[in-house]
């Protein structure tokens, strides 16, 4: 079954930068695009970055646009979302997740890994 | 950017009650719309994509309904597992949940 597991949170100062790494299988990775979704703690959800299926496009949130990089290898079924100049509002729980497809119809998000949290404080 | 607003933000409802929320947005999205339950320290769960559309496994008492700017997740007899929080999002080509609706025990 399609399995998508996150890595990398931990706490960091702000300013600082950080790498998440999300390993998937259970599905042919190179044919999906894929999202970053977090969620900071007592909020809602809120969408971060899309990469496409091959890399080749991506998109950002306001929020994160030219501080946050998403990127994705597709040899090794990994996706990665670098983080820098972190801010406190950066904290919070990170999804890595991948679009959803069935049949002839995609776009949402579905299915979504566990999450791994990011905390920022001095 | 299309805004998406969700209503109400808190729903007091108990066991075997209809319960329904509501995403409305700014401009038409077609059906390009679905609705995900999250629970306390778990990633979301999807329940309907393509405004009404059930995912395989899904409960029948969940449904969903609208297109254009306004959308509609029912659920028809509240059950205790159903007291959750959740969302709606807008996929098209932008992504954008809804602020989220907490379903409480009345």
């Known amino acids: 079954q399609v399995q998508l597991v996150e890595s990398g949170g931990g706490v960091v100062q702000p300013g600082r930068s950080l790498r998440l790494s999300c390993v998937a299988s259970?599905?042919?990775?190179?044919?999906?695009?894929m999202h970053w979704v977090r969620q900071g703690p007592g909020m809602g959800l809120e969408w971060v970055a899309l990469i496409w299926y091959d890399g080749t496009n991506d998109q950002y949130a306001d929020s994160v646009k030219g501080r946050f990089t998403i990127s994705r290898d597709n040899s090794k079924n990994m996706l990665y979302l670098h983080m820098n100049s972190l801010r406190a509002e950066d904290a919070g729980v990170y999804y890595c997740a991948r679009e959803g497809w069935v049949g002839g119809d995609r776009g949402w998000i579905d299915p979504w890994g566990q999450g791994t949290l990011v905390s920022v404080s001095s | 950017d299309i805004q998406m607003t969700q209503s109400p933000s808190t729903l007091s409802a108990s066991v075997g009650d209809r319960v329904t929320i509501t995403c409305r947005a700014s401009q038409s999205i077609s059906s390009r719309l679905a609705w995900y339950q999250q629970k306390p320290g778990k990633a979301p769960k999807l329940l309907i994509y393509k405004a009404s559309s059930l995912e395989s496994g899904v409960p029948s008492r969940f449904s969903g309904s609208g297109s254009g700017t306004e959308f509609t997740l029912t659920i028809s007899s509240l059950q205790p597992d159903d007291f959750a929080t959740y969302y709606c999002l807008l996929y098209n080509s932008n992504w954008t949940f809804g602020q989220g609706t907490k379903v409480e025990v009345k």
């Open positions: 259970g599905f042919t990775f190179s044919t999906f695009a």
